[in-house]
């Protein structure tokens, strides 16, 4: 899921960017009221609203973005899992490789695990998406907070999934 980072940067970027823009529009409207030729379009407004609007339609549509690649991931690990985990040398019990009964037994559990782990994609692409908004905003302790949270649940939740209830690997 790290290769998902992209989401952070590119979406701090894009909130910085409409917010720098914003104090741009500031700074020049200080000194001229109408910037251009006196169309109402053009007026600068001094509350920055204008950006502010644009920062959190890119916002919106980060998360709205960071939603749907994390189905479009869930759909494709939940279909194709049982041939990604052959792909990375887990061969299922029914596939005809040769492999010995040790390497075999192995499959279920780790298929288990990656579906359950799958279902994680969408909020983990969010948090990906939401880390850059907060970034872009300048807000860097939100997203540590809720990354030590995440990491937290994580410590605490995982062993189950990797484990099962009983000890026995699901």
């Not at 109402?40 to 939603?67: F, H």
């Not at 037994?105 to 288990?112: D, G, H, K, R």
């Amino acid at each position: 899921f790290h290769c998902f980072r992209a989401t952070t940067m590119s979406t701090s970027s894009l909130v910085a960017g409409a917010l720098a823009r914003d104090e741009q529009r500031k700074e020049q409207g200080a000194n001229e009221d109408i910037v251009g030729d006196g169309d109402d379009d053009e007026i600068i407004d001094s509350s920055g609203a204008y950006n502010q609007k644009e920062a959190v339609l890119i916002a919106q549509t980060s998360i709205q973005q960071a939603l749907i690649t994390g189905a479009i991931i869930t759909a494709f690990l939940l279909a194709f899992g049982p041939k990604c985990l052959i792909a990375m040398g887990i061969p299922s019990p029914t596939s005809p490789t040769g492999s010995n009964a040790v390497e075999s037994q192995l499959y279920p559990s780790a298929l288990t695990y990656l579906n359950h782990r799958s279902l994680a994609a969408p909020a983990v692409v969010v948090l990906s998406a939401a880390e850059g908004i907060f970034r872009g905003y300048g807000d860097v302790i939100t997203p540590w907070k809720v990354s030590c949270v995440v990491a937290l649940l994580n410590l605490v939740l995982d062993p189950f999934c990797m484990f099962g209830r009983r000890g026995d690997g699901g």
